[in-house]
């Protein structure tokens, strides 16, 4: 059971000036804005760390939700919030730091569990 998904991206001018956009092929992203500025600098705009933190925000709920439901116990709701961190390492920039925060409402779990 195989598929593929596909993501584009475009760049035009130079790292600190320049910008780009990134497109998912399924169409529910089209010419999503990213700049240095908003990677590295804090700005208003998406990141590359931002889309990775949703992929993986998204991606443990699943898996969570799997396990959950193998143990007896499926998940009426999750929540995920991935938090990620891009900072300067020696002469280059790097993704740090991945922080997860999940909550869930689960029949027959309690906090502790």
């Not at 991206?9 to 529910?28: I, M």
């Not at 116990?73 to 390492?89: G, I, M, N």
């Amino acid at each position: 059971m195989a598929t593929q998904k596909t993501a584009s991206a475009t760049w035009e001018g130079t790292l600190a000036e320049g910008s780009g956009v990134v497109s998912l092929g399924s169409g529910a992203v089209n010419d999503l804005s990213v700049s240095w500025k908003d990677r590295a600098e804090g700005g208003e705009g998406t990141s590359p760390e931002e889309l990775i933190a949703g992929a993986h925000a998204s991606c443990v709920l699943m898996a969570l939700a799997a396990g959950l439901a193998r143990a007896g116990t499926p998940p009426t709701r999750l929540e995920s919030e991935a938090r990620t961190t891009f900072d300067k390492v020696g002469e280059g920039f790097a993704m740090t730091k991945m922080e997860l925060t999940i909550r869930g409402q689960v029949e027959g779990l309690d906090e502790d569990a």
